[in-house]
């Protein structure tokens, strides 16, 4: 008997109004998600690359309801998270949480680290007494590589990977089951991108967490995810175990994201793709393909036609009518 996804998306659509006039009367759409589906299994951290704009932190954010999705069916262990009352929503909070990119913005630089971390063990109700809450407050901040005496200080007091430790450890507090890691480690150095990552994925394994992986960095995605998804204005074009996307790509998009990646090695030889042409408009996307416009491969169907996922290889779907 096959296991029941933990999260499944189906057919996610977020169109965002533009307003004009002197009425600001709706005049336009921007198509930011546009019909987004995928399923990800408990203790599996699915990674979702594509340009800026594409649309990959709205769908984190629906998924989350932090958004209200246009359209689409967002399903967390099998309840409709789109039907849920703000009561069902509170408890929801518990087992999906999200880390913000901008890890000074997102903490409150009016609060303790104490206050930040304790605020969802005081809200859920997860602690009795202040005691409680402060041995759990210092044994997450351990967790994430901090100390006790980092209780008392504020956000601005910390170095910018400080900062993103205590931004997980207020997801971890409740104790989730599913993390949206919204471009959790593109505001860092380096070198601290490297920590992060390694602490979220000890964190995984530590707590059984599952996660959604938001990035535009391809290199920082492989290590840290199972399977990836790659967006494009607003869809999905191609979803594949992480070794297998990196090594055979089948979308024409996804061999164009790769072959950009920088290789350390000067040795090795890469043919750099240079798509021809700008991201088409949220607002107005092409008929048929998104990424026709674009794409060397195209052709008369590509322009009427929008193609659907199909698997080409065993766990890897791409969604092109003229696929490697």
Known sequence: MSVPPLLQVKGLKKHFPIRGGLLRRVVDHVHAVDGVSFELAAGETLGVVGESGCGKSTTGRCVLRLIEPTAGEVLFEGRDVGAMGPQELRGLARDMQIIFQDPFASLNPRMTVAAIVGEGLVIHKLADGPRAIEERVVQLLETVGLSSDHMRRYPHEFSGGQRQRIGI?????????????????????????????????????????????IAHDLSVVEHISHRVAVMYLGRIVEVAPSRDLYTSPRHPYTEALLSAVPIPDPTVARKRIVLEGDVPSPIHPPKGCHFHPRCPRAQAQCKTDAPVLRELAPGHVAACHFPN
Do not use: G
Not at 181 to 206: K, T
């Open 169 to 213: 450890a207020r997801a971890l507090a409740v104790n989730p089951k599913l993390v949206v890691c919204d471009e959790a480690v593109s505001a860092l150095d380096v070198s601290i991108q490297a920590q992060v990552i390694n602490l979220l994925e000890d964190l995984r394994e530590q707590f059984n967490l599952t996660y959604i992986f």
